[in-house]
């Protein structure tokens, strides 16, 4: 079993759609969560990270469950700029951020 | 600033080459990475740097050798490298451990291939 799971995709929606993604992971220890995003052939970029109370960043909206290990992502309003691999990653402290990437899920928003 | 600089972007080398990837942040972190990530799958960890000791090394060959001179700069020297060592090399960065929520920053990449 994959430590950091996610559903592959691509997610094809039309823009002014709302997406939402899911992960789960396995390690009860992490500590912090985040969610990155990837364009074709850049480096991932932090897109937000996710609090146990939830939290909200514009049109990005995150959720963590830590009982049901499990991280979501909701988009709002998609626009097409909004294509890309989306990375649940999972991190605990053991000298250094030991951050773990789920395998990613890719949105594909359409005109 | 929250960057991360890698050099070179793009180099190919042969399987005898020795060369070197370099990586530099000034954001006071203290705990620097690097990661490998092949076409269409996520980065797999390699090496973590804290506070300039090497911390952790994820099994990985005796031909990737990391350095962390100082805090600031983390180097990767290849040596002797197989063509499937091809691949996306990714620095990133983040706070001094055990600090709870901190997230990592990454360089461009050194996109490598070994031919």
């Known amino acids: 079993r994959k430590e950091v799971e996610q559903d592959p995709g691509p997610f094809n929606v039309p823009e002014g759609a709302t997406v939402a993604f899911n992960c789960t992971y396995s390690n009860s220890a992490s500590q912090s969560f985040f969610w990155y995003r990837q364009d074709c052939r850049k480096e991932p970029k932090l897109l937000m990270s996710v609090y146990s109370s939830g939290n909200e960043d514009g049109r990005f909206t995150a959720q963590l469950n830590r009982a049901s290990q499990y991280i979501s992502l909701l988009i709002r309003d998609s626009k097409l700029s909004d294509s890309a691999t989306y990375l649940c990653?999972?991190?605990?402290?053991?000298?250094?951020?030991?951050?773990?990437f789920g395998g990613g899920t890719r949105l594909m928003v359409k005109p | 600033d929250t960057e991360v600089t890698q050099t070179p972007k793009h180099l190919v080398m042969g399987m005898t080459n020795k060369k070197s990837l370099k990586c530099e942040q000034h954001?006071?972190?203290?705990?620097m990475y690097w990661y490998k990530q092949k076409a269409k799958k996520p980065p797999e960890l390699m090496f973590v740097y804290s506070y300039e000791k090497l911390s952790i090394n994820e099994s990985v060959p005796s031909r990737f050798s990391p350095e962390c001179p100082n805090s600031s700069l983390l180097n990767l020297h290849l040596h002797a490298l197989q063509p499937e060592d091809s691949a996306l090399y990714l620095c990133?960065?983040?706070?001094?451990?055990?600090?709870?929520?901190?997230?990592?920053?990454f360089g461009q990449g050194t996109r490598l291939t070994v031919v």
């Open positions: 990133a960065s983040s706070q001094d451990r055990g600090r709870i929520g901190s997230e990592a920053f």
């Open positions: 954001m006071g972190h203290r705990a």
């Open positions: 990653v999972v991190s605990y402290n053991n000298a250094g951020n030991m951050l773990t």
